[in-house]
């Protein structure tokens, strides 16, 4: 697998350059953006810094620190000690209440941002179903995360709808079974490591 560095240039809508507090947890989501590219949600991500805070027009905040492609390619947009916006909400599942005390009561710590890894992973269609290539290339890149933060596949890989009740990614939401599996294939890579 390899990495290729894009970072975000650091602003308030997408990198705000701030710290992350904990390693808790690596969370998966979908563009759901159909056909579109790894370099496609980068430049999304990018864009997203020239809107004005002042003007009447709603703010989007938006981010992830890697971005794995329909054909494996991987970008890393924000480093990983940095906050990414990619779990933000003002209501959190009780799961996320319970793994993430103190990151879900919308205090200055109130999200799950300051103490998660965000993935997002395009898709070919509409379905979000990923192709092997990107799950894949994704399973080998959550494995490296988790090992580097000392995390467990199980209790510390989840989806964004673990967190906030989001459908994402669409397709391991609908799909449970191949979120199961692709923890599991998780595990079984760690295993056969040790």
């Known amino acids: 697998m390899v990495v290729t560095e894009r ?39 990018e864009l997203l810094a020239q809107q004005d805070a002042r003007d009447d027009r709603p703010d989007r905040y938006a981010s992830a620190h890697y971005i794995v492609g329909i054909d494996g390619q991987v970008l890393r947009v924000i480093p990983e000690h940095e906050v990414a916006y990619h779990v933000g909400a003002n209501d959190y599942t009780v799961i996320a209440q319970r793994r993430f005390p103190g990151y879900t009561s919308n205090g200055r710590m109130g999200t799950p941002n300051w103490c998660t890894i965000g993935i997002e992973l395009c898709h070919p269609d509409a379905s ?22 000392y995390l467990g596949p199980r209790y510390s890989l ?37």
């Open 128 to 149: 979000g179903r990923f192709t092997d290539v990107t799950v894949a290339v994704a399973q080998e890149l959550v494995l490296d995360i988790l090992d580097r933060c």
């Open 158 to 194: 989840m989806r964004h709808y673990d967190i906030t009740g989001k459908r994402c990614p669409r397709w391991w939401v609908e799909h449970g079974i191949e979120w199961d599996e692709f923890v599991r294939s998780v595990e079984e890579a760690r295993r056969k490591q040790r």
């Open 7 to 45: 970072l975000l240039p650091v602003n308030p809508f997408s990198r705000p350059g701030t710290s992350r507090v904990d390693d808790l947890a690596v969370v998966m989501h979908w563009t759901a953006a159909p056909g579109q590219e790894a370099d496609v949600t980068a430049r999304y991500f």
